[in-house]
């Protein structure tokens, strides 16, 4: 790149010169003068011209004799005095900006391929994630369709369960709701048995009441009968009380442990009894009162 831009850049300076090169080829036909300069002089001003033309040879040997050649024809030419032209700076800047805008066109051209291949190689990473992608895609697919299938039976199935609780739920709720009826009617007939109960035990302790006056009312004709079959000198019939004691006196006359038993009334009789040495006879015809 550097060697073309400077054959370009030497082409363009001979364009815009060709007086220099047409006078250095001037100086090999014109012949030396009485107030030529010394031979240094003439062999610089020889090989200035052949110094900015083209570009240098690539062979060794060839370039030496090159340079001998024109050293031999340098020190043998003769010399003429010269006014080399001066430089013109504007046009060697705008060469230079020419050059620089030409390298910076270059220099784009190579980034722009640089980032062309970045973008290749990101391309072509890109399409291999895509692919792979793609067939975790399928794959996915496929395990999303297995579940499916699996979880439509498993739903299924609850479904049908869900079916036989809804059904046993409405019958549970159907004979909830005839229990709570029953339990109320229970609760009423046990409110009632209740009453039934307690006035049946009201009826019944009238009845051990009347039962137990009864007894007692038959304990005291009992006595009375016995007092006077034993006694049949009191004339009539005397008090309950003098009757039961009459009879006590008798049992202990005729069975002394009667003492230590107790009676049905619950009263212990033997403290009420005067021993049989202290009983006046029964037949002694005295009344007994309370």
């Known amino acids: 790149m550097d060697s073309r831009s400077s054959s370009s850049q030497e082409a363009g300076d001979q364009d815009r010169h060709p007086s220099s090169s047409a006078q250095a080829?001037?100086?090999?036909?014109?012949r030396p003068s009485a107030g030529s300069p010394p031979s240094g002089l003439r062999l610089l001003s020889a090989a200035a011209p052949s110094a900015g033309s083209g570009a240098p040879d690539r062979?060794?040997?060839s370039a030496a004799s090159h340079s001998c050649l024109a050293c031999w024809q340098a020190a043998n030419a003769?010399?003429?005095r010269l006014d080399r032209?001066?430089?013109?700076l504007v046009e060697i800047r705008a060469s230079t900006q020419a050059i620089r805008a030409s390298l910076q066109v270059v220099e784009d051209f190579m980034a722009r391929d640089?980032?062309?291949?970045?973008l290749r190689e990101e391309h072509s990473r890109l399409q291999r994630a895509h692919t792979v992608s793609r067939r975790h895609a399928a794959e996915q697919h496929l395990q999303i369709e297995s579940a499916r299938m699996t979880a439509q039976a498993f739903s299924q199935f609850c479904q049908d369960r869900h079916d036989r609780l809804l059904h046993r739920l409405e019958r549970a709720n159907e004979l909830q709701t005839l229990r709570d009826s029953d339990v109320v009617n229970m609760e009423e007939k046990i409110a009632h048995t209740e009453v039934r109960l307690r006035e049946q035990e009201r009826q019944r302790a009238g009845a051990e009441a009347s039962v137990e006056q009864l007894q007692n009312q038959v304990r005291d004709l009992e006595s009375?009968?016995?007092?006077?079959?034993?006694h049949p000198d009191l004339g009539s019939a005397p008090p309950p009380a003098l009757l039961r004691r009459l009879v006590a006196r008798d049992r202990e006359l005729h069975d002394p442990t009667w003492l230590t038993r107790r009676?049905?009334?619950g009263v212990w009789l033997s403290s009420n009894l005067r021993r049989p040495s202290q009983k006046p006879p029964v037949n002694s015809g005295v009344r007994l009162e309370l």
């Open 224 to 230: 009375q009968i016995a007092a006077l079959s034993s």
């Open 114 to 118: 640089s980032a062309v291949d970045d």
């Open 59 to 61: 062979d060794p040997t």
């Open 85 to 88: 032209p001066g430089l013109d």
């Open 25 to 30: 080829s001037s100086i090999h036909d014109e």
């Open 78 to 80: 003769p010399t003429v």
């Open 263 to 265: 009676s049905s009334n």
